[in-house]
């Protein structure tokens, strides 16, 4: 009995050994970069259509995910905090490559994060999203509305490999330039490409209660410790998506520009905070965090106070 113990655990042993000599890639997902080349014969998969969702339950509860996807302040008001809908940053219901689609995320998780240092299943990452990007309270991984999200997110990704970064996922990376960047230009940059829809004061416009353009900072807008925070995140999201219908036709001078411009903007606080320290929380959260200006000195103001 015992032996046959012993066998087997080193049997276990080996066909460890023989797994680390041939390891799976454990990157870190937190701060995500898509460096695949984008170029017009790109394919990138192709999600089924409304059209063709059966009549059930499982049609029903895609049909739930939806929703909330596109309309989540109204949806499900109580997991959200601020004034957006997750579509703001995923755009064209999730299905659009370089956006961040739902197909390119959800056949990659279970993954590792450095942000929260676990390995984090389909619904932590969402969950991730709805407490910095929504600045809210996220929803159980067992509620209706994380189930909803995630059979959306999976009849989306129907027929794509599990494991595998496809193309279009994430935002494509732009590199910075080698000047750095200016807040100064940015501010033109922004006057000229972006103040008409998001407003001259960043804070979006409304229809009634809804925002039909989102707030780019302010009390309304992702908080700062979104992904959204770090101007290399926006560089990479503004390049390839704004201004609305124009996507790529910035310089990248000009996305890291207007990122720094839009990030040197006050926002609600990092929900993370540090003992109510700015420098601490800096310290732990943000120094290490790409490219960002939570705990920087701005026009004489340190960045990073909240608004509320
Ligand atoms: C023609 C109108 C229009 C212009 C011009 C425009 N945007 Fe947007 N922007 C939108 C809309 C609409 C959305 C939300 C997309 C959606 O929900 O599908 C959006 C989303 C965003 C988001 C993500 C959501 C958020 O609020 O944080 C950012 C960041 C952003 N825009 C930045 C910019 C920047 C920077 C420029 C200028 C370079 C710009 N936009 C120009 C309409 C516009
Ligand atoms: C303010 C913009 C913004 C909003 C709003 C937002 N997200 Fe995100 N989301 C991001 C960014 C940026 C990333 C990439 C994270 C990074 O690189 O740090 C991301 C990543 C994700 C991922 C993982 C993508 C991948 O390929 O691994 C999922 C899933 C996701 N978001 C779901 C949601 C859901 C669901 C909502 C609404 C509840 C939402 N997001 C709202 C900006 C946003």
């Given amino acids: ?3 046959i113990l012993v066998t087997s655990l080193v049997a276990a042993l080996y066909s460890s050994v023989a797994v680390a000599e041939n390891p799976i890639k454990m990157d870190d997902q937190s701060q995500l970069s898509n460096i695949q080349a984008v170029n017009e014969s790109t394919q990138y998969h192709q999600p089924p259509l409304e059209k063709d969702l059966p009549d059930n339950a499982y049609g029903e509860m895609v049909r739930k995910g939806h929703a909330i996807f596109v309309d989540t302040k109204n949806q499900v008001p109580e997991y959200v905090g601020n004034g957006m809908n997750c579509v703001n940053c995923h755009m064209d219901q999730g299905r659009l490559a370089n956006a961040a689609p739902l197909w390119g995320a959800y056949p990659m998780y279970p993954a590792y994060r450095s942000k929260n240092n676990k390995v984090n299943t ?25 189930t ?3 059979t959306y997110s999976y009849w989306l990704a129907t027929n794509a490999p599990t494991g595998v970064s496809l193309p279009g996922r994430a935002y494509p990376s732009v ?17 000229d490409n972006c103040a008409f829809c998001h407003g001259a004061d960043g804070m979006g416009q409304k229809v009634a209660e809804n925002y039909v353009f989102p707030p780019l900072w302010g009390k309304d807008s992702f908080n700062w410790g ?4 770090r101007i290399n995140t926006a560089a990479d999201f503004i390049k390839a998506n704004m201004p609305l219908g124009k996507g790529n036709s910035l310089t990248d001078q000009e996305a890291w520009d207007v990122a720094a411009f839009m990030n040197s903007h006050e926002r609600p606080q990092d929900p993370r905070l540090v003992d109510g ?7 732990k959260y ?15 103001k340190i960045l990073g106070q909240g608004v509320q």
């Fill in 1 to 3: 009995m015992k032996k």
């Fill in 122 to 146: 389909y619904a932590e990452r969402i969950q991730g999203c709805f407490q910095f990007s929504m600045d809210g309270t996220p929803p159980p991984a067992d509620s209706e509305a994380m």
């Fill in 148 to 150: 909803a999200l995630i």
């Fill in 175 to 191: 590199k910075q330039p080698e000047g750095g960047y200016s807040i100064e230009r940015g501010a033109q940059v922004y006057a």
């Fill in 226 to 229: 979104a992904g959204m925070h």
């Fill in 277 to 283: 320290s700015v420098e601490k929380t800096y310290e």
């Fill in 286 to 300: 943000h120094a290490n965090d790409g490219v960002n200006l939570y705990g920087q000195e701005v026009n004489g």
